[in-house]
């Protein structure tokens, strides 16, 4: 597995189980939830990347996992605007 995806994994992992959550079990403040998982998704991804002491592609590696977590919210937000609505 490259660099890249193994170091990304855990803030995805973060980001998915905190949409899927905040979806499935309909909360009135899905926003909110889902904007506070994407929030901890890239605390966590930097702590990720620093943790590897490697300078060389550091910003692409968080770039990587940033937009990989925004799409991940993006996905969430869509499906949650569609199952609970605005309200």
Same mark, same amino acid.
């Given at each position: 597995?490259?660099? /890249?995806? #193994? %170091? ?5 992992? @973060? #980001?998915?189980?905190? =949409?899927?959550?905040? &979806?499935?079990?309909?909360?009135? $403040?899905?926003?909110?939830? +889902?904007? %506070? =998982?994407? *929030?901890?998704?890239? &605390?966590? %991804?930097?702590? @990720? $990347? !620093? %943790?590897? $002491? /490697?300078?060389? *592609? !550091? &910003?692409? /590696?968080?770039?990587? =996992?940033?937009? *990989?977590?925004? @799409?991940?919210?993006? @996905?969430? +937000? &869509?499906?949650?605007?569609? /199952?609970? *609505?605005?309200?």
């Amino acid at each position: 597995m490259p660099r /890249r995806i #193994a %170091s990304a994994l855990p803030s995805w992992i @973060v #980001a998915i189980a905190g =949409t899927v959550f905040a &979806v499935t079990f309909g909360f009135a $403040q899905w926003a909110a939830v +889902i904007s %506070s =998982t994407i *929030g901890a998704s890239l &605390v966590l %991804s930097f702590v @990720v $990347q !620093l %943790s590897m $002491q /490697r300078k060389q *592609g !550091l &910003v692409n /590696r968080l770039a990587f =996992t940033t937009a *990989g977590s925004l @799409v991940i919210g993006a @996905v969430g +937000i &869509v499906v949650a605007l569609a /199952r609970n *609505g605005l309200g």
